[in-house]
Nanobody, 121 residues
Framework: QVQLVESGGGLVQPGGSLRLSCAAS????????MGWYRQATGKQRELVAT???????NYADSVKGRFTISRDNTKNTVTLQMNSLKPEDTAVYYC???????????????WGQGTQVTVSA
């Protein structure tokens, strides 16, 4: 069974940094796009950043210049380095991966369980 497991969330003061990591586990043949989304209380889930297998990145305007996404194709991992954090970055962050399981012939969309990021003094 394919799973995405996140780590690295927590409480940080405004201006601080956090690093989120996500690892795909299970019988995976390949990964395509991977990324991070977030959902604040009372709001819809929104894109934070995505990265293709060829390392093309896309960021939400609100995080450009502060967040950096990267991946390791050999390990099927994706990382989000978050700097200069603001209170409005507070949300549950979800890892996303478009993965090809060894038991499948098509790519599927997978989500992690979410990790809480709280930015507060």
């Amino acid at each position: 069974q394919v799973q995405l497991v996140e780590s690295g969330g927590g409480l940080v003061q405004p201006g601080g940094s956090l690093r989120l990591s996500c690892a795909a586990s299970g019988s995976i043949f390949s990964s395509s796009a991977m990324g991070w989304y977030r959902q604040a209380t009372g709001k819809q889930r929104e894109l934070v950043a995505t990265i293709t297998r060829g390392d093309t990145t896309n960021y939400a305007d609100s995080v450009k210049g502060r967040f950096t996404i990267s991946r390791d194709n050999t390990k099927n991992t994706v990382t989000l380095q978050m700097n200069s954090l603001k209170p409005e970055d507070t949300a549950v962050y979800y890892c996303y991966g478009r993965l090809l399981a060894r038991t499948s012939t098509t790519y599927g969309d997978y989500w992690g369980q979410g990790t809480q990021v709280t930015v507060s003094a």
